[in-house]
């Protein structure tokens, strides 16, 4: 089975800040890796699929890039409606997702 | 508009069974392949279930094989997941969601839209 690390599993910066997330997989994912993000007590919502395309209707301060192994998601200006825990996950040529552990970004 | 809309959540015993439904509307629903995902409390995502969208092939997590059984009845848009053989660790928010689906002719396996989920408790 694949397994997905994430790093760090916290964080804290300050509105403006650019924030970056990393996710690493066990194995070759090619660029199968989709980026979530979670606020308290609601649903996940899609961000970034397939390591880079950003889902209609988010905005461009979120991205994605990466292939294979190593993937980096990033903030490019913190705003305080982005606090959430932000979780990656892999897919692979059948119906298999494996989550990454998430991160968790607040507001210094 | 696309929903999502579970139900069948609830307090179970340890060994119990429950049977979660997922309504959908608002889309081509046998187009898609669906999933469900749970939370635990406090705890991260984890990727519970999938079919594909003609229901023919099913595929399961190892934390919940041979005691789980995903299903859907595609005349009547609605997703189910049967859950046997209940474990304290199967207390969770379960969520359904939908495959974003074909994207400039590639299959996108990301899950663009999810339920709000529905709590099972499992506790004697």
């Known amino acids: 089975d694949i397994q997905m690390t994430q790093s760090p599993s916290s964080l804290s910066a300050s509105v403006g800040d650019r924030v970056t997330i990393t996710c690493q997989a066990s194995?070759?994912?090619?660029?199968?890796l989709n980026w979530y993000q979670q606020k308290p007590g609601k649903a996940p919502k899609l961000l970034i699929y397939?390591?880079?395309n950003l889902e209609t209707g988010v905005p461009s301060r979120f991205s994605g890039s990466g292939s294979g192994t190593d993937f980096t998601f990033t903030i490019s200006s913190l705003q305080p409606e982005d606090i959430a825990t932000y979780y990656c996950?892999?897919?692979?040529?059948?119906?298999?997702?494996?989550f990454g552990p998430g991160t968790k970004v607040d507001i210094k | 508009e696309v929903q999502l809309l579970e139900s069948g959540g609830g307090l179970v015993q340890p060994g119990g069974s429950l049977r979660l439904s997922c309504a959908a509307s608002?889309?081509?629903?046998?187009?898609?392949?669906m999933s469900w995902v749970r939370q635990a409390p406090g705890k991260g995502l984890e990727w519970v279930s999938a079919i594909s969208g003609s229901g023919g092939s099913t595929y399961y997590a190892d934390s919940v094989k041979g005691r789980f059984t995903i299903s859907r009845d595609n005349s009547k848009n609605t997703l189910y997941l049967q859950m046997n053989s209940l474990r304290a660790e199967d207390t969770a928010v379960y969520y359904c969601?939908?495959?974003?689906?074909?994207?400039?002719?590639?299959?996108?396996?990301?899950?663009?839209?999810w339920g709000q989920g529905t709590l099972v408790t499992v506790s004697s």
């Open positions: 969601a939908k495959d974003k689906g074909y994207i400039w002719g590639s299959y996108v396996r990301a899950l663009d839209y």
């Open positions: 608002g889309f081509t629903f046998s187009s898609y392949a």
């Open positions: 996950q892999q897919y692979d040529n059948l119906l298999l997702f494996t």
């Open positions: 397939d390591a880079s």
């Open positions: 194995q070759d994912i090619s660029n199968y």
